[in-house]
């Protein structure tokens, strides 16, 4: 026990160039914090740990004392990632050990913004903690300009982009209950919904459609999961991503802006950023990497585990 609590100590105080900036971001991210197989993630005084290798799972309940002790935190789920056959899950086996299932329920803050989250909601519980970084970015490059957040799930980029003064935010997102949540986003921050910022779909029926429309985008994010289906089709990020950005590339402003992510473990940064301004450029030769980044500092040692690797890239044109 007494190990446990010095460790998370060890591993929160690594963390402290966060504590001003927001109340939700990863304490603790597996063996390089001293937690091999586990993380836990920070929600305010909420906070979910995950089990993605089995080294720990003998030993949920001290961790989870010592998690108690040193955080007090209001609610405390566990997720089991792993199958019997120690295969990772999509659809975790949820515990609460500290707290009620109502208690899952809160607010967090990100730089001016803030978010709904429910730990009990699905794997994540609203917020993608890895993208803050790009989200805080993105706020400050949207003043007055149009904006258009592709797989937007719970439309946080909308939101730091609206409050960073984009004329409009445009998501779309396959899910009408994940757009909703969005939509609660937007009034929890004192935003009004304006006309066409909500697309129910497919991010690439979208992009064809604003392409026949003649529609026009100042800035971009997509951020796709590794695999989707929608209406009989398959999105693969390996074999869909690129010919997607390219498609993008065609309804960006000159002068904007395109970021490009995603948490596939097999992607090489370098790679990534380069195949990214090369599809860009297609339709704007110009095209320039402004920056490749991997997490945050809370995601110590990013990219040694499949459950903890980002690459992403943002494109100037």
Known sequence: MADFKTLLQQAFEKRSPL??????????????????GLTLDKFGDRYQIQFFGPELLGQKNAVAAAIADVFCPVCLVAKDRLSKAGKSLENANMEVLVGRPEDSVGLVHEGSALFNI??????NPGLFLDMRHVRLEVGKRCAGRRFLNLFSYTCSF????????????????ISGKILDKGRENYRLNGLDLRPGEFFR????????????????????????????RFKGANFN??????????DCATILNPEGFFMVSSNYSEFNLSAFARDVRDAVAVAHPQAKTLWKRSQ??????????KDSCLVATLVEV
């Open 237 to 246: 990020v390996r074999e869909h991503l690129m010919p997607l950005v390219a």
């Open 201 to 228: 779909g497919n991010a690439i029926e979208y992009v064809h459609w604003a392409q026949k429309k003649g529609l026009k985008f100042d800035g971009i994010v997509l951020d796709p999961p590794s695999f989707a």
């Open 296 to 305: 945050d500092v809370d995601f110590v040692g990013s990219g040694n585990t």
């Open 158 to 173: 909308s939101v730091h982009a609206r409050l960073g003064g984009a004329e409009i935010a445009t998501n779309a997102d």
């Open 19 to 36: 504590f001003e900036v927001t109340d939700a971001y990863r304490v603790v991210n597996g063996a390089a914090d001293g937690f091999p």
């Open 118 to 123: 429910d730990l009990l909601d699905t794997i």
